[in-house]
């Protein structure tokens, strides 16, 4: 068995944090069973040079420059859904997803749309950029105005991704705004959402703002705030019946090399949630597991120490690191949208 086989055993579903169309390929052959996109993501890929001639398809056609950066970013995800088209038949749609990222400049701190606006878009575009596909799952943030489109998603039919989690509160809004939702559909079997917990960003964080934890805590945080909202999610869903799993995606698994952690453990956060729920893992992080030899075994439900829990609790403001942390993570999603327009601009004048 290989370590990603190992991993897929524990009962961790393993879904690739890329729509690379060749690495899509070689991790479904590894195990991988569905994958997430982002605007970091097609930027990088549309920057290979790769896809220029589907580019000047589009520009022929005469889309503009953000427009070819939706087309581009629908015909990426649509070829990652044909590679797990058989996954999410096999699962009776309980697998096989592949995310599909809605517009990230709806939060850029220069957008003029209030939150009800915003609400109303994202409910727009989640109904238009999911319309006619099986398995592609629309991302919605857990801002004021993503969370506020939860509802409405979900009862329309629309399989969600709520995602930039970082805390209890995001994630019990979303949450409850799934069930609302639930009650109101007519094919409760068909729901399908996930919610994705960013984990290393948090450690990055108390790193820079919280250097008064002690030595055991630091770097604990993200695995301690993501496996207390697992087994919440877990209880709360126990009861509900529902045929499909409301999962959890534990997402940033890759470790981040830091100024106090220069050479981090690739395979830590990847092995503290073996065991459940799905794991979007960057394609160097899945070559770190392939080539380390690890067997992996269940720790998803496993705490540190009663000590460390503690001083993690007398020390971190959850407020104030979901504050920091969605400012941070809106911004990297929006300027590399922005970036992708921009190169979108600059090919078109290279290719004409």
Known sequence: MTPLQSLAATGTKLWLDSVDPDLIKLNRSQGATGATSNPIIIAGLLNTGRFDNDMKGFFDKGLDDEAVAWAMT?????NAQDVFADVWGDTKGD??????????????KDQKKNTVERTATYIELGKKWSAGHKNRMIKVPATPGGLGAVEELVAAGVAVNITLIFSERQYKAARDAVYRAVQRRSDKENVKTVYSIFVSRVDVYTEQHVSNLSPEAQGMVG??????????????????????????????????????????????????FAGSDIETNPPETNDAIAKSGHTFTRLVDQMPPAAVLADIDAKVDNAKMEEVLMSEGLAKFADPHKSLIKLIGEKRAKLK
């Open 74 to 78: 629908d015909k990426l995800v649509k």
């Open 95 to 108: 697998d096989g997803w592949v995310s599909f990222e809605l517009d990230p400049l709806l939060e850029d």
């Open 223 to 272: 695995i301690v705030n993501a496996k207390r909202i697992w087994k919440m999610n877990k209880d709360f869903w126990a009861d509900k019946n529902m045929a499909r799993k409301q999962e959890l995606i534990f997402a940033s698994t890759g470790a981040k090399k830091t100024p106090k952690n220069p050479n981090p453990d690739q395979l830590k956060y990847v092995a503290a």
